[in-house]
């Protein structure tokens, strides 16, 4: 078989550290996706976010048009798909603020690395996150033979125990991230 690989990105976590560590460069994400494929032939890239919550204010509705035009040009990449959970209002700070989470995403994309990886479809799985969750569907992929690679930030570094699990690792510098900036 030759090599096949399939990438991962955690929108939310590519966002954070692209904030915290590079003063929100923008990326773009067809370089992102080639830089993370590394030469071997794609299967797919898979995206995970969820859109902002949307209390139809004329700001709400603002940012989640700004975000559906995000997602319709990731959708028109080449072997890129877009997985989208939720984002859900789960009661209020003591400061009487709304408190939001995300829900579903981390699910959706341990569910798919899994799936590749128990199907056979991927050697190789590139994985952009830093959350605990992905450590079961890491295992798997790993019990399955794929070599998985994890890209991550450094001020914003994934679980211990998922830096260990993965077989390379690779930290985003501005190196990497000139390599991926939109020009």
């Not at 048009?65 to 009661?91: H, I, P, T, W, Y």
């Not at 798919?112 to 128990?118: F, Q, S």
């Not at 992905?134 to 930030?153: C, F, N």
Request: glycine letters at 6%.
């Amino acid at each position: 078989m030759d090599l096949q690989v399939a990438s991962f990105i955690d929108g939310g976590y590519l966002d954070a550290v692209v904030k915290d560590e590079f003063g929100n460069v923008p990326i773009d994400y067809a370089k992102l996706a080639n830089y993370m494929a590394d030469g071997k032939n794609v299967l797919r890239t898979c995206y995970y976010h969820c859109p902002p919550y949307n209390d139809h204010s004329p700001q709400s509705d603002k940012l989640t048009q700004k975000f559906d035009e995000f997602v319709a040009g990731l959708s028109e990449l080449s072997n890129f798909s877009v997985c989208l959970g939720r984002l859900e209002r789960r009661g209020y700070s003591a400061k009487n603020k709304p408190i939001y989470m995300q829900k579903r995403v981390d699910v959706l994309f341990a569910l798919d690395l899994a799936k590749l990886a128990m199907k056979g479809k991927i050697t190789h799985a590139v994985i952009l996150t830093g959350d605990s969750d992905m450590i079961p569907s890491v295992q798997i992929a790993k019990d399955e033979g794929v070599h998985v690679t994890l890209i991550y930030g450094s001020t914003n570094p994934p679980h211990e125990e998922l830096y260990k699990l993965c077989d390379v690792r690779v930290k985003l510098t501005w190196d990497v991230v000139n390599k991926i900036r939109y020009n």
